[in-house]
């Protein structure tokens, strides 16, 4: 411990620069905030065009008709319009919030909400949770507008909205409720454990991110979800047989197999799973079973599993906490800069002991370029284990000695195509645009692949006879 604490050390050495030189970091972030979002623009100006094609690729050209392919393109049009716009309106609305001191006007406001209570400045928990609320407030007002026009008129327009204004509005106020309910005491934790362990909070502030992530895999499920959604058991029928099955022979540790009720919000589909190590729980939406045969559902969850028998989700958490250690390594030379507040129109009484949690929003606001960037490769880090999901799928009739299963990858594909077209998904993708926005590979870029694996298991197969 006492070496790590050494090499962190070190390292505020080398920034020491944050506390003496005179940087103007209200310019740094408004310049690389807008460079970012100039640059998101620029990648869906690149993207917009292909929505202008009057033809799928031809890996897909037999699989959809001419007038689901023009649905698509238009839904593809209509959001990247929608994109654009909230892109650039968002970053207009946060570039004025900085140039107008509203991040300093918000922990003002904070410190009078609680003095009306007969609490001091001295209370920096207690005055970051208020700091934290009116944040809150200022900035999800003019979301609000935006989230209704995408749900009622851009999702409703081509067919996917399955909400009332009536659901819109409780699901905000939960929504808000959770936030406060568990947002708040996760935030006080976070701030104590700061002040709790002083310089050497690196490895305590991470063993308590991790430790809360952990709770949140436990009580997302049982709490949270049911509070939006209907998780009802499976029905007995082919489809629960066969993943059971699946489960079994792979030695999935399944505990429950739900459908939720997706269609009570939107026509898009999807399935997926989650739970501890000893414990997991797939789910598949009521619209995914409504669309696709039984044996390209077990196709999909094929592919889910794949992610399980590779630990994706656990190589993930490990980089995210490469990605955290960063973080919060660097950030004492942030916590330590009084000019650092400064230049954010903080006084210089709020400046001299720079309140925690302001620090932190800030320090995260001038890592907005590094975390662009770092976005990119965890996706090219995500589009590898999807290929890898899906060769484990192809290949599964090998592994659990089950010939019922040698179509498992041209399930797959019917899966995916299917998927896309329910949902209108875009076929033609510019290559920078997926690079910085997708996780998954575009659609021909696995049906390639998926033909690539079955090609290779056909050519072995008959090397063997």
């Known amino acids: 411990m006492d070496l790590l604490h050494s090499q962190l050390a070190a390292l505020q050495q080398k920034l020491s620069f944050v506390a003496t030189d005179p940087i103007d970091w209200k310019f740094y972030v408004q310049a690389f905030s807008w460079g970012v979002t100039l640059f998101e623009s620029y990648l869906l100006l690149r993207q917009y065009p292909l929505y202008s094609k009057t033809s799928p690729p031809e890996v897909l050209a037999d699989h959809f008709d001419a007038e689901a392919f023009t649905k698509s393109q238009n839904y593809g049009k209509d959001k990247a319009k929608f994109s654009l716009i909230t892109g650039l309106l968002k970053q207009a609305l946060d570039s004025a919030m900085l140039h107008y001191g509203l991040y300093a006007f918000a922990w003002d406001m904070g410190g009078r909400t609680i003095a009306y209570f007969g609490y001091g400045s001295e209370y920096e928990i207690l005055q970051s949770l208020a700091f934290a609320i009116v944040l809150f407030v200022i900035s999800s007002i003019p979301s609000i507008p935006l989230s209704a026009y995408q749900t009622f008129v851009l999702e409703e327009m081509h067919g996917f909205n399955k909400t009332t204004p009536m659901l819109f509005i409780t699901d905000l106020v939960k929504s808000w409720a959770i936030g406060f309910v568990i947002g708040m005491p996760f935030l006080a934790a976070f701030l104590y454990v700061f002040g709790w362990a002083g310089d050497r909070f690196v490895p305590w502030l991470m063993a308590f991110l991790l430790a809360f992530q952990i709770i949140m895999v436990i009580i997302y499920p049982t709490v949270i979800q049911p509070l939006f959604n209907k998780l009802s058991p499976l029905k007995e029928g082919e489809l629960r047989t066969r993943t059971e099955s699946l489960a079994t022979k792979l030695k999935f540790p399944l505990k429950h197999l739900y459908e939720i009720d997706g269609s009570k919000r939107s026509s898009h589909s999807n399935a997926y799973f989650f739970g501890l190590p000893w414990s997991k729980h797939i789910v598949i939406f009521d619209t995914l079973i409504k669309e696709s045969k039984p044996e390209e559902v077990e196709a999909v969850l094929a592919h889910e599993l794949g992610h399980w028998y590779h630990m994706h989700p656990t190589k993930l958490l490990c980089v995210s906490q490469v990605h955290i250690f960063t973080i919060l390594a660097m950030f004492p030379a942030f916590l330590h800069a009084p000019q650092f507040l400064r230049a954010f129109d903080f006084s210089a009484a709020v400046s001299a002991h720079p309140p925690t949690i302001v620090a932190f929003l800030l320090f995260q606001m001038i890592l907005s370029p590094l ?63 997926s690079a910085y926005h997708h996780s998954h590979p575009t659609l021909t870029e696995r049906l390639k692949a998926l033909q690539a694996y079955q090609s290779k298991r056909d050519g072995a197969a008959k090397k063997e006879l």
């Not at 976005?375 to 284990?385: D, V």
């Not at 010939?403 to 329910?422: F, N, Q, W, Y």
Request: aromatic letters at 12%; charged letters at 30%.
């Open 371 to 433: 975390e662009a960037v770092i976005g990119i490769a965890l996706n090219f880090l995500s589009r590898q284990f999807e290929w890898e999901a899906d060769r484990f799928a192809c290949e599964i009739e090998e592994r659990l000695s089950a010939p019922e299963m040698k179509d498992m990858g041209e399930r797959l594909s019917r899966a995916l195509i299917t998927l896309h077209v329910k949902n209108l998904s875009t076929l033609w993708v510019d290559w920078l645009y």
